[in-house]
Nanobody, 117 residues
Framework: QVQLVESGGGLVQAGGSLRLSCAAS????????MGWFRQAPGKEREFVAR????????AYADSVKGRFTISRDNAKNTVYLQMNSLKPEDTAIYYC??????????WGQGTQVTVSS
């Protein structure tokens, strides 16, 4: 069982930056690949970024590539999402998730990110 708690969301102006954190409970955090997803009002949840269990492999949605960076600290059971050059279209609730086998089996409650123009 893994419990995930996101933090770091807030209100920022376009062009600004935020860093999201996702703290995980459980001793097996380092064995999971982790992902960040987001859901904007009226839209479906979408993939944002993924990082392998070791941190040596990452993947990003085209819409955030070059602006967002996912990282993890297994000693702290935490995964991060550094978001730079934020745009109003990045406004959404951001969720972290732990990948169990082929699917993301554990999800956090989400943190709101609002980017004003």
């Amino acid at each position: 069982q893994v419990q995930l708690v996101e933090s770091g969301g807030g209100l920022v102006q376009a062009g600004g930056s935020l860093r999201l954190s996702c703290a995980a409970s459980g001793r097996t955090f380092s064995s999971y690949a982790m992902g960040w997803f987001r859901q904007a009002p009226g839209k479906e949840r979408e993939f944002v970024a993924r990082i392998s269990w070791s941190g040596d492999s990452t993947a990003y949605a085209d819409s955030v590539k070059g602006r967002f960076t996912i990282s993890r600290d297994n000693a702290k059971n935490t995964v991060y999402l550094q978001m730079n050059s934020l745009k109003p279209e990045d406004t959404a609730i951001y969720y972290c998730a732990a990948q169990v086998g082929p699917r993301y089996g554990y999800w956090g409650q989400g943190t709101q990110v609002t980017v004003s123009s």
